[in-house]
């Protein structure tokens, strides 16, 4: 009997072990932190961004642009004005002149600035974009583009409610003709013009003027799609 009672206690003990152990691993696997969940990406997002690259279609850093570059629907005393600037650019690489506009006109006196050489986009395009200095006001900004079949379509960039440098971008549909139909025949699009419409309402004062800047106009594209198969089989 007395054999008996330390064997029961070594086994006692040896399950209590046992079971402390389990519990640890319970334990040390509750406190494992799990794995980091893997960003899910859209294989759309990189193959566009392998096939697209960003050209720069306009900089501002050597032409001019002068008042004749600019005019507005007038009524009765709208006035506008445009003019190249050198200081504070918009934060980007290299960039030391941009284009200031000012307009003196309500809603509907639409103010117009035309490039003064003609800005040709020769790839596919899938979307322009233009830096601009907003300086809270509402009116909102347009430009007018070519097509490929010398249609003139336009596009709004949105009102230039904000303060500051902001790369704005507008995309281009999918049914607007950039293609060649025929191969020795290439076709550009072109950026025909900025519209801007001011958003004030009411009479205008002698100090109601609008103010906004803009600097590297660029244009994501692509090499165009070319047919390489011989269909005379």
């Known amino acids: 009997m007395k054999l008996i009672v330390p064997i029961l206690l070594v086994f ?18 509750k406190e494992t932190p799990a ?17 697209y690259r960003e ?5 501002f850093e050597n032409v001019q642009y002068t008042d004749k570059n600019i005019n507005i629907r007038v009524t009765k005393d709208q006035k506008a004005s ?24 309500a809603n509907g006196d639409w103010a117009t600035v035309t490039p003064p050489k003609e ?7 899938q979307s322009i974009s233009v830096w601009v200095y907003g300086k809270n006001f509402s009116g909102e900004l347009f430009v007018l583009l070519k097509n ?18 902001r790369k704005l971008t507008v995309l281009l549909p999918k049914d607007f003709p950039q293609e060649d139909k025929y191969l020795a025949q290439p076709k550009n699009i072109y950026i025909v013009k ?19 800047y803009l ?4 244009a994501k594209v692509r090499k165009k799609y070319v047919d390489k198969q011989n269909d005379a089989w």
């Open 12 to 29: 006692a003990l040896s399950g209590l072990s046992f079971a402390q152990e389990k519990a640890g691993e319970k334990d040390t696997k």
């Open 35 to 51: 794995p980091a969940a893997q960003e899910v990406t859209d294989d759309a997002n990189i193959i566009s961004d392998q096939v």
């Open 55 to 59: 050209v720069t279609v306009e900089d």
């Open 82 to 105: 445009a003019a190249i600037r050198d200081q504070y650019p918009a934060p980007i690489r290299s960039s030391k002149k941009y284009l200031g506009i000012k307009v003196h006109g």
């Open 119 to 125: 800005l040709a986009i020769a790839d596919h395009c």
């Open 148 to 165: 490929a079949e010398g249609q003139v379509k336009r596009f709004s960039f949105g009102k230039l409610n904000f303060l500051g440098w």
């Open 194 to 212: 900025f519209l801007y419409n001011p958003g004030r309402t009411g009479r205008l004062t002698e100090s109601d003027w609008d103010y906004f």
């Open 215 to 218: 600097d590297d106009i660029t």
